[in-house]
């Protein structure tokens, strides 16, 4: 009992998603022992679900990461070729002892074990247990309480991470895993796409240095828009920019609303004109969405490559400029900031370039 509470106040105390999904893989591996336990994420379009594997754990604890992030939609399992995952999903009740045609390791047969995950009306994930005989009452007991918590902590992260309005990341949550980023361009892991071929574009062959790019998005004339039609209509054009963004980048990609109409972008990239071209598909939707009672409504962006030794502000900095720039020089527009400090139109520290002065 003792080990029993110590687990969960472990699973309890943790604020960081990727560490929850972690522990909550290795308790529940260390009290079934199993032949291996999953915990995955859905993501992508609705009828177009996939499944990114978050922790898994073989032959018992301690559990070990999953896919990385950035992993394509392509090469995650969809859904539908998984029927009971599909079907413990849909109809949100777990499916239990279901045979598999995996021989198990003393030749007995392998039972499927579906647990559905959800907070509130939404579904957001599946645990899958694979053990050798059906688990029994005191064990399914055990998981139903330990999903319960987890949802549960999953829920208090979600509420004190994103923003309340759009349900996109927040400006604390940006700060906190800006040091992920980091971490994650000093390994420059390489990206998990299966085999190219011949007919695959450049940008969707296996890469071995890819970096993280920030890209500062802010409503051209947000003002006119609150001041003419109302905070209401503001809101609703808020939301539907939130709806826009979403549609625009990979599940991988990381979105945040800052607060009133500035958003930021973090993505993995290749190269600027990578890059680029992923936050100029955005605001080319932007330009021709037309919102109700509004009509049109642009955006100006700025962008910037993450750097060794960053700090978020020192990110967000360089980016808010290149916007700044976007802004005086038309609107509507992308600017890289590298490429303004290249061609002179902004300094790096210090000086002035037009009216744009760093200190």
Known sequence: MTDLLGSVVSLTGYRDRDLLDAAAVTMLAD????????????????????????????????AVAGDPPWTPLEALPSLD??????????????LLALPTSRPGPRGRPVLLNVFPLWIGTERFGLVEVLAEKPLDAEQLRFVDAVLKIYRNQVGLLDYSERDTLTGLLNRKT???????????????APLFLPPPTDDQSPERRARESLSYWIGVVDVDHFKRVNDRFGHLIGDEVLLLMARILRGAFRHGDRLYRFGGEEFVIVLRADSRVHASLALERFRARMEIFRFPQVGSVTVSIGMTELRAGDTPSAAFSRADLAVYHAKQNGRNQLQCHDQLVERGALVEAGGKVGEIELF
């Not at 994420?41 to 609705?46: D, S, T």
């Not at 070729?81 to 777990?94: F, N, Q």
């Open 31 to 62: 009290w079934l022992r199993p032949l291996s336990l999953s915990l995955y994420r859905c993501v992508g379009e609705a009828g177009d679900t996939r499944l990114l594997l978050q922790a898994c754990a073989r032959d018992g604890p301690p």
């Open 81 to 94: 070729d998984w029927p009971p995952h599909r079907d413990a999903l849909t109809g949100g009740e777990p």
């Open 174 to 188: 940006f700060d906190e895993q800006f040091s992920k980023c980091l971490h994650e361009c000093a390994r420059s």
